[in-house]
Every structure is written in C-alpha cells, then in structure tokens.
C-alpha cells in the first residue's frame, strides 16, 4: 500500500480533531497546531465557515491568543477544495459544528481526501455537544474518522471543576446554533450544566 505524502516528509498526512466545549481553547490549539507547521517552514491554509461572525473579516482566532491567523470564509466544505495547490502541507478548519450541517459527513469526507488523495495533514476544531447536550452530528462523524481526537476542557464557571464539558446557554431561543460568545454562554461541568 503506498502513503500519499506531500513531497515534505515521509509520513502519511493524517486528520486530527479537537472537540469540547466552548471556552476550551480549542481555536487557541488549532492555531498553535498550525504554526508549528509554520515554524517547519511548510505552508498551510486555514478556513472557516462564513456564518461565524464573531471573529475579525478573513481570520480564526482565540480569546487567549493576541494575533489571529488569517483564513478563508467558505459556505460549503466544498469550496476549501477550490483553495487546494500542490505545497500545502497542512490545513486548519475551525467551527467545525457550524459547516454544512445539512451535510454532516460532508466535512469529514472532504477532509479525508484532503488527506488521502493530496496528502496533506488536516487539523480541525469545533464543539462536540450543543446547548441540549446532544452531539453535533458534522463533528461526531470527524471525531469518528479521525486518526486523533484530543478533547479539550473548560473550568465550570459554577463549582470551578477543571472537566467543564458543556457549553450552557444563557439566553432563550429554540434555535439549534445560536452565534455567541460569553454574552451568551459559560461553560459548565456535566453536574452543573442544565441542557436547554
């Protein structure tokens, strides 16, 4: 069996995943999975989906972190294709949950042939539950193809436990996604957390 490779290392390209809740650094993990890239002198590509609003025009960024990394606005996974040159080495997707959700295998399928067919090493970041604790089907199906999965975690802003696992919201609205930030959710451990 051969190993597609990028032309920069003899490594098979793999999928890594980071899923947890909100304010669990998983941006800030991304970022910094995709810089070390960067250090090697390598080149990537980070996208996002256009429906997330909340950080600046053309950027992923995390609250722990001072300078963002610029990205790509797509509406469909499929446009990340559209971006694809033969020098990539890796690929950064952030907010996983929010991309295609009509489609929810559709991003873990264009991140396995971003793998497979391009050998390039795809990282991805999103929320693994919504605020009814049921999981976000685009991210359970990348967790399960994944080659890694790290889970990240919150402190629960209730009882200061270091496994807050779920994100709480704090406003009402039946809407399945709602856009925010800590205007409208905290995290919270599994005991503290009440599912909307």
Not at 48 to 56: A, K, W
Not at 84 to 102: C, R
Not at 138 to 160: H, S
Request: aromatic share 6%; proline share 5%.
């Amino acid at each position: 069996m051969s190993h597609h490779t990028n032309g920069h290392s003899t490594h098979p390209a793999t999928l890594d995943v980071i899923a947890g809740p909100m304010f669990s650094n998983k941006s800030l993990e991304l970022i910094g999975r995709i810089r070390r890239v960067q250090y090697a002198k390598k080149k990537t590509l980070c996208f996002y989906p256009e429906t997330d609003t909340r950080t600046e025009h053309e950027t992923i960024g995390s609250r722990s972190l001072s300078k963002p990394e610029p990205a790509i606005a797509c509406k469909s996974a499929r446009d990340i294709l559209q971006h694809i040159t033969p020098n990539i080495a890796a690929v950064g997707i952030d907010e996983a949950q929010f991309w295609d959700m009509e489609e929810p295998e559709l991003l873990g399928l264009v991140c396995l042939e971003l793998v497979r067919k391009h050998g390039i090493n795809v990282k991805v970041a999103g929320l693994d539950l919504d605020a009814s604790d049921k999981p976000f089907e685009v991210v359970a199906f990348l967790m399960a193809i994944a080659d890694r999965v790290t889970k990240t975690r919150a402190v629960c802003v209730q009882c200061g436990s270091e496994y807050g696992s779920r994100s709480q919201r704090l406003v009402k609205t039946n809407a399945r996604t709602l856009v925010g930030d800590a205007d409208a959710y905290e995290a919270r451990c599994t005991h503290c957390f009440e599912p909307h």
